[in-house]
């Protein structure tokens, strides 16, 4: 008796002496997109359109949610969930952006990490194939926050991120509804000089559409990121709150991950 008690003081010794054996706790995973398409009128939305949207809302969920399972961290996760809603017209945001005034395309994107709180940001390009790529080379390759235009896509050339032609971001439907706001825009600005009410006149649905995504990694780490086209018909270089760090995105371990 008094050898089996001897035995089982050394294990609970060992045990205590080398910790270093015990498998390190891993945080659970988790990720959360949100993909802005600018308001639908049910009415106008066939079920196979609606097919169409949610296989490409999963498809990025999926995608980030591989990352992770991989061990991968949360802020190759959102990069990659962000960059599917980009490449979709469906989204405003990349490929589906809308159009300004002018009727050409300004793309905002943003970018956060919840270990140190760095963040990156560019607003107003206009032949970036991926914001958030661009966003995210802004935080981990140069010592500013915020790049805007085209110094932000001179910057996107060193850093090799993928140029496409203005012709890319063209959609139908996206053009039909710049052409209704432009219209609805000159008929009220017949009567109405102040830029503001001007604007106030164009149904919500031109003033929505954002994606982003938010997760969290094996190691605890969060991480957010937020891509726009903005708002339909807007001008002289309006920047929303998307690529606004604290704004339309956040993240802090100590506290949470946000994508607005």
Known sequence: MRRLLLTSSLLVALSTA????SAPAQSPIAIAIHGGAGTIERAKFTPEQELAYRQTLQSAVEQGYAVLEKGG???????????????SPFFNAGKGAVYTYDGTHELDASIMDGRDRQAGAISGVT?????IELARAVMEKSVHVMLSGEGAQEFAKREGVAFVN??????????????????KLEQAEQGIKDYQALHQQLPQQYKMGTVGAVALDKQGNLAAGTSTGGMTAKRFGRIGDS???????????DSCAVSA
């Not at 961290?73 to 490449?87: F, G, P, R, W, Y």
């Open 73 to 87: 961290e949360s802020l190759d996760a959102i990069t990659t969930a962000i960059k599917v809603l980009e490449n």
């Open 243 to 253: 690529p606004i760090i604290g704004a339309g995105t956040f993240a802090d371990n």
């Open 18 to 21: 080398y910790p270093v054996f």
């Open 166 to 183: 203005k012709d890319y971001f063209d959609t139908p439907h996206r053009y039909e509804a710049w052409q209704k706001a432009r219209k």
């Open 127 to 131: 032949l970036i194939k991926n914001p």
